[in-house]
C-alpha cells in the first residue's frame, strides 16, 4: 500500500517518457519538412560522391587527355611508312548531353581528335592495331577509308578519350 502512489507517479513518468519517444521518432520520420529536406539532401550529395567515383574509375582506363596527342604521334612515329596529314582536338562535350544548349555539359567529358594520315593500307591497318594495343583505351567513332592513287590511301579516324576535368591540354580547341 505504501508502494502504490510511488507506482502510480512511476507509470505517469513513463507514460511522458513514451509520449516523448512517440513525438521525436514522427519528427524524425518526417514531420518537420525542412528536417526531412536536410537529411535527403545529405543523401544525395552522399550518392552523388558515389556516382562521381564510379565515373572517374571508369575513365581511368581511357589515355589521359592531355597525353593523348602525345600517344597518338609516338605510335604513328614508330610505326613508319604513313605520314600525318592533319590532327586537331574537337570541341569538348559532356558524355550525357545536358538538357538543354544553354546547359553547361557535365562531367565526365568526351575529348575527341579527328586524326588525318596517308600511307599504304597494311601500314594503316598496323597503326590501328598499335593503337588498339595500347595499355589505354580510346572511343572510336569513325574510322573513313578512301584510296588517293593505288597504293596510296588516306584513312580518317575520330577517337575520343574520357576524362573528369573539362580542360584540354596540349591543343587549342577548334
Same mark, same amino acid.
Given at each position: 500500500?505504501?508502494?502504490?502512489?510511488?507506482?502510480?507517479?512511476?507509470?505517469?513518468?513513463?507514460?511522458?517518457?513514451?509520449?516523448?519517444?512517440?513525438?521525436?521518432?514522427?519528427?524524425?520520420?518526417? #514531420?518537420?519538412?525542412?528536417?526531412?529536406?536536410?537529411?535527403?539532401?545529405?543523401?544525395?550529395?552522399?550518392? #552523388?560522391?558515389?556516382?562521381?567515383?564510379?565515373?572517374?574509375?571508369?575513365?581511368?582506363?581511357?589515355?589521359?587527355?592531355?597525353?593523348?596527342?602525345?600517344?597518338?604521334?609516338?605510335?604513328?612515329?614508330?610505326?613508319?611508312?604513313? #605520314?600525318?596529314? #592533319?590532327?586537331?582536338?574537337?570541341?569538348?562535350?559532356?558524355?550525357?548531353?545536358?538538357?538543354?544548349?544553354?546547359?553547361?555539359?557535365?562531367?565526365?567529358?568526351?575529348?575527341?581528335?579527328?586524326?588525318?594520315?596517308?600511307?599504304?593500307?597494311?601500314?594503316?591497318?598496323?597503326?590501328?592495331?598499335?593503337?588498339?594495343?595500347?595499355?589505354?583505351?580510346?572511343?572510336?567513332?569513325?574510322?573513313?577509308?578512301?584510296?588517293?592513287?593505288?597504293?596510296?590511301?588516306?584513312?580518317?579516324?575520330?577517337?575520343?578519350?574520357?576524362?573528369?576535368?573539362?580542360?584540354?591540354?596540349?591543343?587549342?580547341?577548334?
Amino acid at each position: 500500500l505504501l508502494m502504490q502512489p510511488l507506482r502510480d507517479v512511476s507509470r505517469g513518468l513513463q507514460a511522458e517518457i513514451a509520449s516523448a519517444g512517440i513525438l521525436a521518432a514522427e519528427i524524425d520520420d518526417g #514531420s518537420d519538412p525542412h528536417r526531412t529536406a536536410l537529411l535527403r539532401a545529405g543523401e544525395l550529395q552522399l550518392r #552523388s560522391e558515389q556516382l562521381d567515383s564510379q565515373i572517374a574509375g571508369s575513365a581511368r582506363g581511357f589515355v589521359p587527355a592531355t597525353r593523348m596527342i602525345e600517344v597518338l604521334h609516338d605510335v604513328l612515329r614508330r610505326q613508319g611508312g604513313l #605520314s600525318l596529314v #592533319s590532327i586537331r582536338n574537337l570541341p569538348v562535350r559532356g558524355l550525357v548531353a545536358p538538357a538543354s544548349q544553354e546547359a553547361v555539359p557535365s562531367p565526365p567529358y568526351v575529348h575527341s581528335i579527328e586524326l588525318v594520315i596517308d600511307g599504304r593500307y597494311a601500314d594503316i591497318q598496323s597503326y590501328v592495331h598499335e593503337l588498339e594495343n595500347l595499355p589505354w583505351k580510346f572511343r572510336w567513332s569513325l574510322l573513313e577509308l578512301t584510296t588517293l592513287q593505288y597504293p596510296l590511301n588516306r584513312v580518317r579516324l575520330s577517337l575520343s578519350t574520357l576524362s573528369m576535368d573539362a580542360t584540354w591540354l596540349g591543343v587549342a580547341s577548334s
